[in-house]
């Protein structure tokens, strides 16, 4: 009988609200230090939630180099990339011009990648009295920008991933809400078992922290509402829990052949032997 093939993790890498990398991420985590404050990003003072997992004194350009790709790079594309990077040097491997063709990306990613600042220039010409006119969108005054367009899409991230870490094999960005994150690893796993992959980068990052997250929520009254004490909001087993917490981050790793991690010397922290879906 044909055993499958063992896949190891060998590199992690995450931005994360207690943690702008994995070794700070985990100490906190250990410490029982929670990432849950009052909102900083934009004012929420007009909501019933206040609060929000936020990832603090992030800079993208302490860690990924090339400006003009960044320029393309929403706030979660950014944790995105940080986070791989960090994945793959924690590896100790990466894609060259030989293997980029056997490297593959599996990412999950949220769907809504338009600003609310680009919405609101989008309500502001095209329905000040509350009705849409697409009229407005040709008005010589209207803030156009094509670069915004490129970012807001659901594919974009996976592409800046594929084009700054060169990976040139298979490919995909899964878009199951909270569960995106966990399938993309699962589909991973199962691209490198049916051997389309030696080495696959995947993982996931998002952030819904801004007007148009919070108040989809704040709608549907999900959300906790302990905006005095929200180191303690969190809590989704407790007698006393209100609802959850919006947060943002990303976190990726680096799987390969469990043999081939072992004969080149690596550090694989633990074997991927399944998932559930």
Not at 128 to 143: M, S, V
Request: proline share 4%; net charge neutral; with cysteine.
């Amino acid at each position: 009988m044909n055993q499958r093939k063992r896949i190891a993790i060998t590199g992690i890498g995450m931005v994360t609200p207690v943690g702008n990398d994995a070794p700070t991420t985990w100490a906190n985590l250990q410490a029982g230090r929670s990432g849950l404050a009052r909102i900083t990003g934009f004012d929420a003072s007009g909501f019933p939630v206040h609060i929000g997992a936020e990832v603090k004194g992030f800079a993208a350009e302490a860690i990924i180099h090339d400006h003009k790709l960044l320029k393309f790079a929403s706030r979660s594309h950014r944790f995105a990339l940080a986070a791989a990077e960090e994945a793959l040097v924690d590896a100790g491997l990466r894609p060259q011009p030989s293997t980029s063709e056997r490297w593959g990306l599996s990412v999950g990613a949220g769907m809504l990648g338009v600003s609310f600042d680009e919405l609101r220039a989008v309500q502001q010409f095209c329905a000040p009295d509350g009705d849409f006119n697409a009229d407005g969108l040709l008005n010589d005054n209207f803030p156009a920008n094509p670069v915004g367009f490129c970012r807001s899409q659901t594919n974009s991230g996976l592409s800046l991933l594929t084009r700054h870490f060169g990976i040139r094999g298979y490919a995909t960005s899964v878009h199951t809400a909270c569960a995106s994150g966990g399938q993309a690893l699962g589909t991973a796993l199962k691209v490198m078992r049916r051997g389309v992959s030696d080495f696959m980068l995947a993982g996931g990052f998002d952030s819904m922290l801004n007007p148009i997250g919070l108040s989809g929520f704040c709608l549907l009254g999900a959300l906790s509402t302990d905006n005095q004490t929200p180191e303690r909001a969190s809590r989704p087993f407790d007698v006393t829990r209100k609802g959850f917490v919006l947060g943002e981050g990303g976190g990726f790793v680096v799987l390969e052949k469990w043999e081939a991690a072992r004969e080149r010397g690596a550090h694989i922290y633990a074997e991927l032997a399944g998932d559930g879906n």
